[in-house]
């Protein structure tokens, strides 16, 4: 029997194998006419304008975000769109990445939409009967420049009319697809297809076998972290230039293929996902408004690209196709402009909930815990009611920077509760610290958890962390032999025992498989659970950990 060393990557040369042998068994079959068509459109044959700008995002996550020593984890609070006060944040967020799944998503995305957008745009003029070189628009290491040019261009403008704080180069990618959507809308659907095909390789070559089991999670409804409006933004303005480029050109897409290769696109995308963020974590979905829209949005785009040029207003000389492609344009700038007041957003008070007990300080960051602290991330003018609806509440760890105009709820209490410890990275160009905040907690029978949480840096030890927050006691439901149990949090914590509403002791939480006493009861300690014993044998469970498996 043949023995396989196990530093063999046996799974990962099948894979490769087998993709390869199979994409050259259809390029032999196809006898040249996929390489030729790309030569007529690509120097070389390659979209270089498509590799150089990934390029370029994956320099930023490795060298500006810190993701060359840390591929994981990158810094990426300081390269949000905080603020208009804020320059770098705003330029830089088209650009930077929350994590690698996200930043190897938008490179698939630009390989996939980009290419495509490329060949429509191509490194040859394709008007008849003009020559290459004969002008810099025909030269082909121009319009590869060009094409370079143009989407940084886009990825700032995304970057500086997002809403919110964003981070990501999706805004350029669905600009790619919005671009090929107007000139080649069914295979901008095939190109989604493939865009899936190309995650699924890269997933198999980095995980060839997984083996899972149920577990639990902390999720958000996934429709409640795209950020729609920033997706849409990147779609109309590719589409405006494609409209316009191919208004130039004299090319008319087939109407049928638009609108079907819109909508279809569009639902893959989840453009359909209209939502309003809600109080507590929750989420409002609009799923029928979203879905109606999809319906305009591809009529919109169909009636943009195709629609006669029969005057609709002579008096103007202004047709029919060109009112359509004015309100893609219009649709695009108030997508745009929406953004413009929440951008001008500010720090209000940076030391609203601050105190030297529950913060770190690193540079000109402050990382604190606090609970149910009105938000300071406000409007800097006068919106009436906008500025009101950002007085809402927050609970958990928080970041601020009154120089970034940063104030951000990194971590809720809920998320902290369930993972239990969280690393916290701050930054800025050329330096990455980090703070690491700890959840313990203890429920109580029949009572919500009593908790507390600690922060540290991350290069102190375990031992130097502070205490930040530490609810109040909570009791549990039963009744002892007439005395209550309560749980008091700390940075070590009690069982407290009460009769007729009088202190009758406190003792420490008992160890694992450890005892203690107070007002007549004993607590034993077993596992994850608290039992209260007494005298004449009687044992109840009174608490127990909320993270059982630590």
Same mark, same amino acid.
């Given at each position: 029997?043949?023995?396989?060393?196990?530093?063999?990557?046996?799974?990962?040369?099948?894979?490769?194998?087998?993709?390869?042998?199979?994409?050259?068994?259809?390029?032999?079959?196809?006898?040249?006419?996929?390489?030729?068509?790309?030569?007529?459109?690509?120097?070389?044959?390659?979209?270089?304008?498509?590799?150089?700008?990934?390029?370029?995002?994956?320099?930023?996550?490795?060298?500006?975000?810190?993701?060359?020593?840390?591929?994981?984890?990158?810094?990426?609070?300081?390269?949000?769109?905080?603020?208009?006060?804020?320059?770098?944040?705003?330029?830089?967020?088209?650009?930077?990445?929350?994590?690698?799944?996200?930043?190897?998503?938008?490179?698939?995305?630009?390989?996939?939409?980009?290419?495509?957008?490329?060949?429509?745009?191509?490194?040859?003029?394709?008007?008849?009967?003009?020559?290459?070189?004969?002008?810099?628009?025909?030269?082909?290491?121009?319009?590869?420049?060009?094409?370079?040019?143009?989407?940084?261009?886009?990825?700032?403008?995304?970057?500086?009319?997002?809403?919110?704080?964003?981070?990501?180069?999706?805004?350029?990618?669905?600009?790619?697809?919005?671009?090929?959507?107007?000139?080649?809308?069914?295979?901008?659907?095939?190109?989604?297809?493939?865009?899936?095909?190309?995650?699924?390789?890269?997933?198999?070559?980095?995980?060839?076998?997984?083996?899972?089991?149920?577990?639990?999670?902390?999720?958000?409804?996934?429709?409640?972290?795209?950020?729609?409006?920033?997706?849409?933004?990147?779609?109309?303005?590719?589409?405006?230039?494609?409209?316009?480029?191919?208004?130039?050109?004299?090319?008319?897409?087939?109407?049928?293929?638009?609108?079907?290769?819109?909508?279809?696109?569009?639902?893959?995308?989840?453009?359909?996902?209209?939502?309003?963020?809600?109080?507590?974590?929750?989420?409002?979905?609009?799923?029928?408004?979203?879905?109606? =829209?999809?319906?305009?949005? #591809? $009529? @919109?785009?169909?009636? %943009? *690209? &195709?629609?006669?040029?029969?005057? !609709? /207003?002579?008096?103007?000389? =202004?047709?029919?196709?060109? #009112? $359509? @492609?004015?309100?893609? %344009? *219009? &649709?695009?700038?108030?997508?745009? !402009? /929406?953004?413009?007041?929440?951008?001008?957003?500010?720090?209000?008070?940076?030391?609203?909930?601050?105190?030297?007990?529950?913060?770190?300080?690193?540079?000109?960051?402050?990382?604190?815990?606090?609970?149910?602290?009105?938000?300071?991330?406000?409007?800097?003018?006068?919106?009436?009611?906008?500025?009101?609806?950002?007085?809402?509440?927050?609970?958990?760890?928080?970041?601020?920077?009154?120089?970034?105009?940063?104030?951000?709820?990194?971590?809720?209490?809920?998320?902290?509760?369930?993972?239990?410890?969280?690393?916290?990275?701050?930054?800025?160009?050329?330096?990455?610290?980090?703070?690491?905040?700890?959840?313990?907690?203890?429920?109580?029978?029949?009572?919500?958890?009593?908790?507390?949480?600690?922060?540290?840096?991350?290069?102190?030890?375990?031992?130097?962390?502070?205490?930040?927050?530490?609810?109040?006691?909570?009791?549990?439901?039963?009744?002892?032999?007439?005395?209550?149990?309560?749980?008091?949090?700390?940075?070590?914590?009690?069982?407290?025992?009460?009769?007729?509403?009088?202190?009758?002791?406190?003792?420490?939480?008992?160890?694992?498989?450890?005892?203690?006493?107070?007002?007549?009861?004993?607590?034993?300690?077993?596992?994850?659970?608290?039992?209260?014993?007494?005298?004449?044998?009687?044992?109840?469970?009174?608490?127990?950990?909320?993270?059982?498996?630590?």
């Amino acid at each position: 029997m043949v023995s396989v060393p196990g530093w063999l990557p046996v799974h990962q040369l099948l894979l490769a194998v087998a993709a390869a042998g199979s994409a050259a068994v259809a390029l032999r079959l196809s006898g040249g006419a996929v390489g030729s068509r790309l030569r007529r459109r690509f120097v070389l044959g390659v979209p270089w304008g498509t590799f150089l700008s990934g390029a370029f995002v994956l320099a930023v996550y490795l060298f500006v975000q810190g993701g060359w020593s840390h591929p994981f984890s990158p810094t990426t609070i300081p390269y949000r769109a905080w603020s208009y006060f804020y320059p770098l944040g705003m330029l830089a967020s088209g650009f930077a990445h929350a994590g690698m799944g996200h930043l190897v998503g938008n490179l698939v995305g630009t390989l996939a939409f980009g290419a495509l957008a490329e060949y429509a745009w191509s490194h040859y003029p394709t008007e008849r009967g003009v020559q290459t070189f004969t002008s810099p628009l025909t030269d082909p290491f121009v319009r590869i420049g060009a094409f370079v040019a143009g989407t940084l261009a886009v990825g700032v403008v995304t970057g500086l009319f997002v809403l919110g704080p964003a981070i990501g180069f999706s805004g350029v990618v669905f600009a790619f697809a919005g671009f090929a959507l107007v000139r080649y809308p069914l295979a901008t659907v095939v190109a989604l297809v493939g865009a899936r095909l190309l995650s699924l390789v890269y997933n198999a070559l980095r995980y060839p076998t997984l083996t899972r089991g149920g577990e639990t999670a902390f999720v958000t409804p996934w429709w409640a972290d795209i950020a729609i409006q920033g997706h849409a933004l990147g779609l109309f303005v590719g589409a405006t230039l494609a409209a316009v480029l191919a208004e130039r050109r004299g090319v008319r897409p087939s109407a049928l293929a638009l609108w079907l290769g819109t909508l279809l696109f569009s639902v893959s995308q989840g453009l359909w996902a209209v939502y309003v963020p809600l109080d507590g974590g929750r989420y409002r979905l609009y799923r029928a408004v979203g879905t109606a =829209l999809v319906f305009v949005l #591809a $009529a @919109l785009f169909a009636s %943009a *690209a &195709t629609t006669s040029r029969r005057p !609709l /207003v002579e008096r103007i000389d =202004l047709s029919y196709r060109e #009112a $359509a @492609l004015g309100l893609v %344009a *219009a &649709t695009a700038l108030a997508l745009a !402009l /929406v953004a413009v007041p929440f951008n001008l957003f500010v720090v209000d008070d940076p030391g609203t909930g601050v105190t030297e007990n529950n913060s770190v300080e690193v540079r000109d960051y402050t990382v604190f815990y606090a609970h149910d602290v009105p938000n300071q991330y406000v409007s800097s003018v006068d919106v009436g009611p906008l500025g009101d609806a950002s007085r809402v509440n927050a609970s958990g760890v928080i970041v601020v920077s009154e120089s970034r105009q940063i104030w951000w709820e990194v971590v809720s209490t809920n998320r902290l509760a369930h993972d239990g410890r969280r690393r916290v990275g701050v930054g800025g160009l050329g330096w990455r610290e980090a703070v690491v905040a700890n959840y313990t907690g203890w429920k109580p029978v029949g009572n919500r958890s009593a908790y507390a949480v600690s922060l540290r840096r991350a290069d102190a030890a375990p031992a130097d962390r502070r205490l930040a927050y530490a609810s109040p006691p909570r009791r549990a439901e039963p009744t002892v032999e007439g005395r209550n149990v309560s749980v008091v949090p700390g940075e070590s914590f009690a069982l407290r025992v009460t009769r007729d509403g009088r202190r009758a002791g406190t003792a420490p939480l008992p160890g694992e498989n450890r005892t203690t006493a107070a007002g007549g009861i004993t607590f034993v300690r077993d596992g994850a659970a608290v039992y209260a014993t007494t005298e004449n044998g009687t044992r109840v469970r009174v608490a127990s950990r909320d993270r059982p498996g630590e």
